[in-house]
Structures are given as structure tokens and as C-alpha cells.
């Protein structure tokens, strides 16, 4: 199943940049969602000889999770919170890709010596990891709007999320699990705090929130 | 041993209840009682440890949760010397706070004031028997915090605030040092004192780290910009301990490292002579120009600092160069003068307290002509201001006396290269007694002779009693160590040896040392016989004073006025002018400014005459480089935008500079 996991980790890049690429909130979430269906065949398709019940179970609980409840809360957050629909980034969205291009170079230089420690499932999944968890920051570091940098930790998460199956030995479900629960309860609080952030100001620009910092 | 540490217990409960009792004037009583008591305690055991020889010596050791740390306690020769300095200072200071905060009662905290006073000595008594690092570290800490919220006491006062905050800024400086310091001396992994040993090639660093560290608290120029801040800003008794004791912490704490860091290197010996010469002179020269007689006093601190380190240098010096009469006469006379100028200052701010409390003002020209309101303030003060100076009978001219004996050893004996390190001594001794003889003139004839120079000191009334007795006992011990110099020197001894023996020299009944400790024998009596003689003398002329006036009316009449009807007090020299002639020759260095509008014409108007001490030190060096730490932290500033994204970008770029550097690209 190697062929696959090149497949899917080269969906992961091409995800990665249109998420930079894209002006529009609603194709950010749908991004996310995507990458979160990929990521939650990647086990899958590991163990494919020695499928078992749990392990499905297990596979279709993340991707339930990442690709259908938390997109949809954040679509609901987008809706209710009104404003316009575009991400509003800091940098222009054609230096955002290349500033991209940038970081997979630089995942790729950081996993030289990763990919020794690594199991050699396939060669691209630890840069891929790197540069998933990279984007991710650059989306919180890049753009104004509260609910992006909610997108931009999810990124990151996913970003995790392959580096743990690439390099846990066992049971690398379980150890996923448990950060999944972090970013469920993580992206409730802050879709709390956001609603609320909204509801005294007015607007979720966190630009516009720098006079608290005193 | 268990007596020291019952001290400590009092002292702390003490200060506790004190706190409870609030603003009662309960609080008052009790914390100046458990003071009293509690210093008693630890002077009776420290004074046994050092008269009982080794076998009076203790050592005290329980396990703290702290790694590294323990609750090590201990007494030898040199800690038992300080803990008497400490205790007694102490006890006399807290039976004239009581009464100098008495008009307080009610009004202020007290109880928060007695806390700290007492914490102030249970952390100094710690220091000096501490036995390890850490332990050390913490009760060097709780010194400075605790003295730092006393300076704070009247922060209602103008300028006590900020005199507050450069005695802490001061006080951590110095801290840091000696964290580094006992840092590379625990190198091994233990932070027992006995464990403690400079590495290879590192005794030179740890001596320049200590001499920073405890320099900054014991006062040396050019570290001795919070002396003259906070020192006038405490309550006087608080003022008296600091000065007298708490500064000589950092003597104790440079003495104890020089042991445990043994043979010392020459260069040693001419850093700290240089430093003692600069900070004895500098620090005269600037009491001199001083308007505040705390402020005067306290730069007289730094001076006596200075001879101190003069003798603790030649001492040094001896030990390096294996000329062990020298050494011995070096620390003998260094040892001998803490104690005393912990005697002498603490009665010469005691005495700068009541004037303050009875004329309302510590400006020199406000005052003048207390003598006859204050007689025993002005006695004892006079006796005080005459031991500071160096004068004979008293106790100030014996430990000089000896750091000149040995330095005139030394030059006699033209013992190679350290004949001018001694040269040095004799040259600095002489010009600091000179200039101190000449300031304290000033500071004793415009506050107490002549005629008041304002309303409130012509109001001023005497102190109550208990705060006249601590001056008397303090007087007394002044002419007492003065007249019983041949038996305080032998007590002394063992201390004197027991750090000369740390510093590699042999200190056996037959070897050179003795000589040292010889001469002191042959010397001494003359000059108890000869202060006995000049008592006498004294005592002779008032008594044939009193017989030639007794039965005869005397009454105040004009002095020769020139024949101008009208004399005003305001006819009288002044401090400032006093001084004036002195410091135009030292002018370029101490940085006086003058403004001077001479009398002009035949019938000259108006003439005046301003002059204004500032410390050139904080001028010059200290605010210029505080300026541009507060610069370099507003520009630091910017990082913190207020923007999310910018903080999480800096994260994001340390995490990645983490991750290149350990993944070893």
C-alpha cells in the first residue's frame, strides 16, 4: 500500500497550499475537512494486511470527529458570528504560497535526520508532517481573524497527527485519541471565547484586540 | 550553641508577636524586649565561643528540603567576633528605637517595624554562622530585604522612596555576584562551606566576584552609591545597625572566602589596599562636603570601610608574601577597627537621631549651640566624633594605630615589593585622618558650639533617658577599648590567628607571627598608660575649672563683634564654609559644584555662597548606565505588540531554532 500513502501525502501538500492560496473562510474549513478525511484513511491503509474491528472503530470515530462534527461547528460559528467571508491575512496571499513553498523546503531539510529515527513507511510523510504542522502556524501567525487561527491550530493538529503515525511503533491510535479529545474540548472553549469576543466588541479581528495588552 | 540558637528563636517569635500586637503600643514594647533579649542571648554564647577556645566551638547541622542545602550552623573564632559586633549594636539600638518611635505609637505600624528590625538581626546572626551555601544565600537575602523594608519606614518622606529602591537595585547587584561565586566554589557538587574550593586557575575570579558581591554591601568606592541614600532615610537606630553592623557583613562574608580560598596571590593584597585607599579618601572627602549630617555620617561609613580594607590589604599582602608580623598587624588592626566603628558610628548616629528628634531637622545649617541643650548628646557625641577621628585615649586611634604599625613594619623592613603596598597604607591612613579630624570639627562645632542658627534648635530639649544610656554605654566602651587596649587585642587573638592560620601562615607559639602579636604586647600598655595620663589630665582641668569658678556668678555676655552692635547667629561660620578651604583643593575630584557671589564694592549688599555635593559616582557613572538600561527595556518593548499572531510567530521561530539545534544541522 506504499503507492497510496505517496498518494495521500501529496494530497496533503496540495492541501496545504490551497488552504494559503484561498481568500474564502468557507474553503479554509473545507480544506481542513478534507485533509482530516485523508488522515483518517493513512492507518488504514498502514495496517492494511492486519485490519482489525478496533481499529476501524477507531478510524471512523477521528474521522467523524475531524472531518464532519468540528467542521460543522466551525461553519456554524462562521455563520452566527456574520462579517464578511474572507480570511483577511496580514500577508498577501501570493506571498503566503511562497512563503509555503519556503517552509516544505525547510520540513524537508529538518527530516534528513528524522527519517532515520522514523519506520521508512514512506519517505514523504515526515517532511509532509512538518510542513502540515508549519502551515498550520503560519495560518495562526498570518491572519486577523479569531476563527482562522482556530483553523490554523486544526492544521496543526493534523500536522501532529501524521508525525505520530509515522513515527509510534504501537498504538499510535491511542496516543492520537487523547490529543484529539485536547483539540475538541480547545476548539470549544475557543468558539466560546470567540462568540463572546464578538458579542463585547462587536468584531473577531484580533488585531483590533491589541489595545488589551497592558 | 543552644543558647545562639534560642536567640534566633527569640528573635523571630518576637518579631511575630510584634507583628500580631499591630499598632498597639504593646507592639512597641515587645518587639524592642525580644530584641533586647534575643541579642543578649546570642552576645553571652558568642562571647563564650571566642573565650573558650576550640572548645567552646560548634557545629549545628540539620537536613532541608532544599537540594543542595542545609540547615548547617556554626561558630567559629572569626563568626563569634561578628556575632558580638551584631548583638551588642543590636541591643543598645533596639532600647533607643523603643523611645525614638515612642511619639509614633498608635499612629504607625509598629509591630510591621519591630518585625523587620528583629528578622534584620536574626538573618545578620545567620550569616555569620552560616556553614552553607545556599543557607548562607538565603539569610544574606532576608538582611537586605528586611533593612530595604526598614529604609521604607517614612516612605512618606520626600526622597525615601527612591533611596529605597537604589539600596535594593544595589543590594541584588551584589547578590548576583555572589550567586556566580558560590556557584564556581561548589563546582564540586556540594555546597557545604567545608566542601567549598576554587577550581584551577579560578581563586583569582572567585576573589574579584566576592570583592564585587560583598563590596556592594559593606560599601567600597565606587559601590557605595546606596550608602549615602538609604543610610539618612532609615529611623536612627535602624541607621545605627545598618551602618554600625550590617555593612560589615560584607567584610565578614570577604574575610570568609579569603579562608576558604587560602594562600593568597599578592595582587590580591594591592586590589584591596587600592581599593581601601580610594574608598578611606573619597569617602572623607565627601562627608566633608556634606549639609545632612546622617548623609555625612553615612559617607563616613564608606571611610572607615576603606581603613578597614587598608589592614584587611596589608594583611593579605603579608599572607602572599609570607611576612607573617605584618599580616597579623594588618587584620588585627582591620578586626579591631570593625569593631570599633561599630561602636563610634552607631553612637554617632544614635546621637545624629536625637539631634534630629529635638531640632526637627538634620541640615547642618539649621542648627548650632545643642551643647548646652543636649549636654549628654553633645558629650557623648564629642567622644564619638574624637574616636572616628583617630585620636587617642580613645578606641578609632588603637586599631589604626596598629594597621600603621604594621605597614611601617613592612616599610622598615624593606621587604621587597611590598614595601609599597605598606607605603600606600601609611600615606592613605594619614591623609583620611587628617581630612576626618577635619570634618568632624565641622560636623561637632556647627551642630553643637556656637549659637542656634534657627528657631527649632534654639527649642531643642534633651532626649529622654533611655535614649541618653544606649549613647553613654556606647561612649564608654569608646574610652574603655581606648584605655584597655593590651587586654582587647588578646582577646582578639584567636581570631586574628585563626584566619592569619586559613591564609597558609603558621601561627604556632614559636613561629614569626608572634612577633607580629610581640610588638602589639611591647606597644599596647604604653598607650594605655599614656590615654590613662591624658584622662587624668582632662579630669584635672575640669576639676580645677570647677574650683576656680565655683562661688562666682557666671553669666552669657557678647563676644568682641567688631563693633557692630546687631550680631546675628547667622553671623557664624557656616558648614559649608567651613569646609570650603579643604575642598578647593579637591574640588576636580569631587565634583562640588560652587555658585559664589563675593561681596562687591566698598559697601557691599549682598554676597552668598552655594555649594552642592553630588556623588560623581552616581552622576557620572551609575544614572547614565541606568538611563540606558531603561532605554534598551522601552526598546525591548516593542516585541510585546499586543498582537496574538506576532507572539506566536516568536514562538514558532524559537521552536524552530530549538529544533535545527538539536536535530545538529
Known amino acids: 500500500m506504499e503507492p497510496w500513502l505517496d498518494v495521500i501525502a501529496v494530497l496533503l501538500i496540495l492541501a496545504n497550499l490551497r488552504l494559503l492560496g484561498t481568500s474564502r473562510l468557507s474553503v479554509c474549513i473545507q480544506t481542513v475537512a478534507a485533509q482530516a478525511l485523508l488522515l483518517g484513511a493513512v492507518p488504514l491503509l498502514m495496517h492494511a494486511d492486519e485490519l482489525s474491528a478496533r481499529l476501524i472503530a477507531i478510524a471512523a470515530v477521528y474521522t467523524v470527529i475531524k472531518a464532519i462534527v468540528l467542521p460543522w461547528l466551525l461553519r456554524r ?138 | 550553641m543552644s543558647l545562639y540558637v534560642a536567640g534566633l528563636i527569640v528573635l523571630l517569635v518576637g518579631g511575630a508577636a510584634a507583628l500580631v500586637a499591630g499598632r498597639r503600643p504593646l507592639a512597641n514594647t515587645l518587639g524592642a524586649l525580644t530584641a533586647v533579649a534575643g541579642g543578649l542571648l546570642t552576645l553571652v554564647s558568642s562571647a563564650a565561643t571566642l573565650a573558650g577556645g576550640a572548645g567552646a566551638q560548634w557545629d549545628l547541622m540539620r537536613p532541608w528540603a532544599m537540594p543542595g542545602g542545609s540547615l548547617h ?57 552560616s556553614r552553607n551555601a545556599l543557607l548562607f544565600l538565603v539569610a544574606w537575602e532576608l538582611m537586605s530585604l528586611s533593612s530595604f523594608l526598614l529604609v521604607m519606614f517614612d516612605d512618606k518622606q520626600p526622597g525615601v522612596v527612591s533611596a529605597g529602591w537604589t539600596y535594593l537595585v544595589a543590594a541584588h547587584l551584589g547578590t548576583a555576584f555572589l550567586l556566580v561565586l558560590f556557584l564556581l566554589l561548589g563546582s ?165 537621631g536625637s539631634v534630629a528628634h529635638a531640632a526637627g531637622t538634620r541640615d547642618l545649617e539649621s542648627l548650632g549651640g545643642l551643647l548646652k541643650r543636649m549636654p549628654t548628646t553633645g558629650a557623648t557625641f564629642l567622644i564619638g566624633s574624637a574616636a572616628i577621628a583617630g585620636l587617642p585615649p580613645l578606641n578609632g586611634f588603637v586599631s589604626e594605630l596598629l594597621i600603621y604599625l604594621g605597614a611601617f613594619g613592612s616599610a622598615a623592613a624593606r621587604a621587597g615589593v611590598t614595601v609599597y603596598g605598606a607605603v600606600a597604607v601609611i600615606l592613605a591612613l594619614g591623609l583620611i585622618g587628617g581630612l576626618a579630624l577635619a570634618c568632624f570639627a565641622k560636623a561637632f562645632g556647627i551642630v553643637f558650639l556656637g549659637e542656634p542658627r534657627t528657631a527649632a534648635a534654639a527649642g531643642a530639649h534633651e532626649s529622654p533617658a533611655a535614649m541618653r544610656w544606649p549613647m553613654v554605654v556606647l561612649a564608654g566602651l569608646c574610652i574603655a577599648i581606648g584605655l584597655g587596649c593590651p587586654l582587647v587585642a588578646e582577646a582578639l587573638r584567636p581570631t586574628v590567628y585563626a584566619v592569619a592560620g586559613a591564609l597558609g601562615l603558621s601561627v604556632e607559639s614559636d613561629s614569626p607571627a608572634n612577633e607580629g602579636m610581640a610588638l602589639v604586647r611591647r606597644v599596647l600598655p604604653y598607650i594605655s598608660l599614656v590615654a590613662g595620663a591624658l584622662l587624668v589630665m582632662i579630669g584635672g582641668a575640669g576639676l580645677l575649672r570647677w574650683r576656680l569658678l565655683r562661688g562666682r556668678a557666671v553669666e552669657p555676655g557678647l563676644t568682641w563683634d567688631c563693633g557692630y552692635a546687631a550680631p546675628t547667629p547667622r553671623m557664624q561660620y557656616t558648614a559649608s564654609s567651613f569646609a570650603d578651604p579643604i575642598l578647593k583643593v579637591f574640588r576636580r575630584l569631587i565634583r562640588q559644584q560652587r555658585q559664589v557671589h563675593p561681596p562687591e564694592g566698598l559697601l557691599p549688599a549682598e554676597a552668598s555662597l552655594h555649594t552642592h555635593a553630588q556623588d560623581p559616582f552616581t552622576e557620572g557613572g551609575y544614572r547614565p548606565a541606568f538611563l540606558a538600561v531603561m532605554w534598551l527595556s522601552g526598546q525591548v518593548r516593542r516585541l510585546q505588540g499586543g498582537r496574538n499572531q506576532v507572539y506566536v510567530l516568536y514562538i514558532a521561530l524559537a521552536l524552530l531554532v530549538l529544533l535545527v539545534w538539536k536535530l545538529g544541522l
Open chain 2, 188 to 352: 564540586s557538587g556540594s555546597l557545604e562551606f567545608s566542601d567549598l574550593a576554587a577550581g584551577p586557575n579560578l581563586a583569582g575570579v572567585c576573589f574579584v566576584l566576592a570583592l564585587i558581591g560583598f563590596g556592594t554591601k559593606a560599601g567600597l568606592v565606587p559601590l557605595h552609591v546606596w550608602l549615602p541614600e538609604a543610610h539618612p532615610a532609615a529611623p536612627s537606630h535602624v541607621s545605627a545597625v545598618m551602618s554600625g553592623v550590617m555593612i560589615k557583613t560584607g567584610i565578614y562574608g570577604l574575610l570568609r572566602i579569603l579562608m576558604l580560598l587560602g594562600t593568597p596571590a599578592i595582587w590580591w593584597g594591592y586590589v584591596l589596599i587600592g581599593l581601601g585607599a580610594i574608598s578611606g579618601v573619597l569617602g572623607v572627602l565627601f562627608a566633608l562636603a556634606q549639609h545632612d549630617l546622617k548623609r555625612l555620617l553615612a559617607y563616613h561609613s564608606v571611610e572607615n570601610i576603606g581603613i578597614i580594607v587598608l589592614g584587611l590589604g596589608l594583611g593579605v599582602l603579608g599572607a602572599a608574601t609570607n611576612q607573617p608580623a605584618m599580616a597579623v598587624l594588618g587584620f588585627a588592626g582591620g578586626l579591631l577597627h570593625v569593631f570599633n566603628h561599630a561602636i563610634f558610628k552607631s553612637l554617632l548616629f544614635l546621637g545624629a
Open chain 1, 77 to 214: 460559528a462562521a455563520r452566527e458570528l456574520g462579517g464578511t467571508r474572507e480570511v483577511e491575512p496580514f500577508i498577501g496571499l501570493t506571498l503566503s504560497l511562497l512563503v509555503g513553498m519556503g517552509l516544505f523546503g525547510v520540513s524537508l531539510f529538518l527530516a534528513g535526520p528524522l527519517k532515520r529515527a522514523g519506520q521508512g513507511h514512506s519517505g514523504l510523510l515526515i517532511p509532509v508532517a512538518l510542513f502540515t504542522i508549519m502551515v498550520g502556524l503560519l495560518v495562526i501567525i498570518s491572519r486577523k481573524k479569531a476563527i482562522t487561527q482556530v483553523v490554523g491550530y486544526l492544521v496543526m493538529e493534523n500536522g501532529i497527527y501524521v508525525f505520530g503515525v509515522a513515527f509510534a511503533v504501537q498504538e499510535p491510535l491511542l496516543v492520537e485519541m487523547g490529543v484529539l479529545l485536547d483539540v475538541l474540548a480547545a476548539v470549544f472553549v475557543m468558539g466560546l471565547t470567540i462568540y463572546h469576543i464578538s458579542r463585547e466588541f462587536d468584531h473577531i479581528d484580533t488585531d483590533r484586540l491589541s489595545t488589551l495588552k497592558d
Open chain 2, 73 to 129: 550552623l556554626g561558630m567559629d573564632e572569626l563568626s563569634a567576633f561578628f556575632a558580638i559586633c551584631i548583638s551588642l549594636i543590636s541591643v543598645l539600638a533596639a532600647i533607643y528605637g523603643r523611645t525614638y518611635l515612642a511619639d509614633q505609637q498608635g499612629r504607625r505600624h509598629l509591630g510591621a517595624s519591630w518585625l523587620f528590625y528583629n528578622v534584620l538581626l536574626a538573618s545578620m546572626l545567620g550569616v555569620v554562622a
